[in-house]
C-alpha cells in the first residue's frame, strides 16, 4: 500500500467510527496525539495519588481510611492500564516517567492544588472524579482502541469515587458547625480549579480542531464543562453548599446554569508551575521513583540469575 | 480477671495488630519503588484494615460501651496492645518486606492455632484472616528472596533490615495473665506451641533468601502490656488528629 492508501484506510476508519488498534497504520501526528494525551491522563491518576495521600493516615473512621485508601488503589490502577495502554503506541513507561521528570509531560493541573482539610478528600472525589468522568464518559468513543477499552473500564470505577465523595460532603454538610465550614472552605477552593480541568475554552483551545476531526476527542471543552456543571449545581444545593459565584444563574430558555468568567490567568499561572504544590507533586514522584532503583535493579538481577538456572538445567 | 475480660483484651490485641500494621503499610502510599508495588502494598494495608475493624467489632460488642471507631482511635497510647514489631518505621523497602514476612509469618500460625477456639466468633475471624495473611506470606517472603538473592545492595539491606528488626520477634511470643485465662478456657492457646513452627518457617525463608539470623545480645518486650517504642505515640498522634 502506498502511503496514500494507507491514509485513505485510516480516514475511512475514522469515518465510520471504527477503533483504530495498535497494529494500524496511523499518521504520526495523530500517534503523538493520543500517545500525549493518554500519558498525560495516566500520569495524572499517579499524581492524584499524592494529595488523597495525604489524609489516608489522618483519616477520621476507619471506614473512611479503607475507602479512602481502596480509592487511591483504584487510581494507581487506573495509571497501571492507561500505561499500558499507552505502551501500545511503541514508548515504554519508564520512558513516560522520564518525561514526566522532566517536565516534557504534564499531567492535570488540578493536582497542583493542597488538600488542607479532610472535606478536601469529599471534595476531590465529588468534583475532581465527577468532572473526569464526564470527560472520561465522552472518551469511551475515542478513536484510539485500547484507549476507548480503557475508559470503559475506568468508567465503572469514577462514579463510585464521586457518590463516596459527595457522602463525604454530604455528611460534613449535616454535621457541626465548624465541619460545614469546613466542607464550604473545601467547596469554595476546588470549585473553579475543577472547572479549569476542562481545559481553556473552546475559542483559545488550539489543540481541539485536530482532535475532534480524528475523533480523540469527542466533544468540546466547553460542552463538556457545561455538563459538568449542570449536574453539579444542584447536587450542590441538595445539601446546603453554596456555589462560589455570585454571577451564577440559570437560563430558563437554554435550560443550563450560566457562570460567571473562569479565572484563566490562575489556571495559566498554575501550568507555569506557580500552584502550591506544583514543585512538591515532581520532587516527590522523583524522590521515591530514585529511592526505588534499587529495588528495581534487584528485580532484574533475581530474573536474570532464575533464567540462567533454568536454562543450565535444560542444557 | 474474668474470662470475658481476658478475651476483650485479646481481641483487642489482635486489632491493634491489625492496626498499627495497616497504618505503617498505608505510609507507603504514592512511595512504593514500582507503581505495582505500591498497590500492592496498599492492597495489604487494606486487608490488615479490614481484619482490624472486624476484631474491634467483636471487641466493642464485649465492651458493650465503646463502638469501633472510639476503640480505634480513642484510646492512649498505654492502652494498645499491638506487638513492638508492627510499630517499628517502614525503613527502606527490604526493612517493610522483611517486617510484613516476620508478621505475616507470625499471622498464620497463629489464627491456625485458633480455628481449634472454643470461641466461635475467633474461629470465624481467624478464618476470614488467614486466607488474606497467607497471601501476605507468600508475597513478602517472594519479596525478602527476590530482595536476598537479588544485587550485592540488595543482599545488603534485606540483611540489615533482619539484624534490624529480629530483637522485636521475642516480643511475638509474650504472654500474660490474658494468655492464661483464655488457654484454661480453650479459648487461647500457648504461644509456645507455634513458636517452633515460626521459626522454622522464617529459617527457610531467611536460608532461601541468602541471610543469616543475627547472634543478638539484645531482644526487646512489652507490646502487649500496653509497653512501647516511642514510635507508637507518633503514629497514634496523627491517626488520632480529627
Ligand atoms: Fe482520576
Ligand atoms: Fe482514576
Ligand atoms: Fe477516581
Known sequence: MTEEEKLKRFNALIEQDEKIEPKDWMPDAYRKTVLRQMTQHAHSEVIGMQPEGNWVLRAPTLRAKKILLAKIQDEGGHGLYLYSAAETLGMDRSEMIQQLHEGKAKYSQIFNYPTLNWADIGAIGWLVDGAAIVNQVSLQRTSYGPYSRAMVRICKEESFHQRQGYEIMATMMNGTEAQKEMAQDAMNRWWWPSLMMFGPSDKDSWHTQESMQWKIKRASNDDLRQKFIDKTVDQAYVIGLTVPDKDLKFNETSKHWEIGAINWDEFWNVVKGNGLCNHKRIAHHIKYHNEGQWVRQAVLAYSEKINAMQSATSL | MTTKEALYNYVLRLADDNLILAQRLAEWCSCGPILEEDLAMTNISLDLLGQAEDFYEYASELNGEKNVDELAFLRSEREYFNHLLVEQPNGDFACSMVRQMLYATYAKHLYEALLKSR????????????????????????????????????????????????????????????????????????????????????????DAADLAIPELGNVITGGINGMHTEYLGHILAEMQFL
Open chain 2, 119 to 206: 470461641d466461635e466468633k475467633l474461629v470465624a475471624l481467624a478464618t476470614k484472616g488467614l486466607k488474606e495473611v497467607k497471601y501476605h506470606f507468600r508475597h513478602s517472603s517472594e519479596w525478602v528472596i527476590r530482595l536476598g538473592k537479588g544485587t550485592a545492595e540488595s543482599n545488603l539491606r534485606a540483611q540489615n533490615a533482619v539484624n534490624e528488626l529480629w530483637r522485636y520477634t521475642d516480643d511475638l511470643f509474650e504472654m500474660n495473665a490474658t494468655d492464661k485465662v483464655l488457654i484454661t478456657q480453650s479459648i487461647g492457646f500457648s504461644l509456645k506451641d507455634i513458636y517452633p513452627l515460626w521459626k522454622a518457617e522464617i529459617l527457610h525463608v531467611i
